[in-house]
């Protein structure tokens, strides 16, 4: 399993190829690649590169799939005894970012799988159809009847 901790908007996740993350809002047009080089921290099969504070040569790829707003969250402050009362909300802007590549030293460690490839490549030959032989199909009809008398 191959993941990296990048560092964005003042936050750090914890991204992995082919999933996606939204962040803080970044100016990007949608479907433009974006590379992020604040990586913290790369696991690759085993092999762990740490930064300190930053891995050198380390960056990450990724396309931004849409800008949104999240959730909202109200914010209510309020002064006892005074009849003071604010209420307000906030909704916070975001990028959605589909992580495609992790790369380590100018090499790609992972990439994503491209969704329209099939994981298996599958040919005639290998989907072989299985038939039930004539006695398979007289043992499946008595053990039907045999219920059926229960």
């Given amino acids: 399993m191959t993941y990296a901790i990048i560092e964005t908007g003042g936050k750090q996740l914890r991204v992995e190829p082919g999933r996606f993350y939204d962040v803080e809002r970044l100016a990007v047009n949608e479907n433009e690649k974006v590379t992020i080089d604040r990586v913290l921290f790369v696991e690759n099969n085993g092999s762990i590169s740490v930064g300190q504070p930053l891995v050198e040569g380390a960056t990450v790829e990724a396309t931004v799939l849409r800008h949104l707003r999240g959730r909202k969250i109200i914010v209510y402050k309020m002064r006892p005894k005074k009849k003071t009362r604010k209420k307000q909300g906030h909704r916070q802007e975001l990028t959605r970012l589909m992580i495609d590549a992790i790369h380590l030293g100018g090499q790609a460690v992972t990439a994503a799988v491209a969704a329209d490839q099939p994981m298996v490549e599958t040919s005639a030959e290998t989907e072989a159809t299985v ?17 059926a008398e229960a």
Wanted: net charge negative; charged share 35%; hydrophobic share 40%.
């Fill in 131 to 147: 038939e039930p032989s004539a006695e398979t199909i007289a043992e499946a009809s008595e053990v039907a009847e045999a219920e």
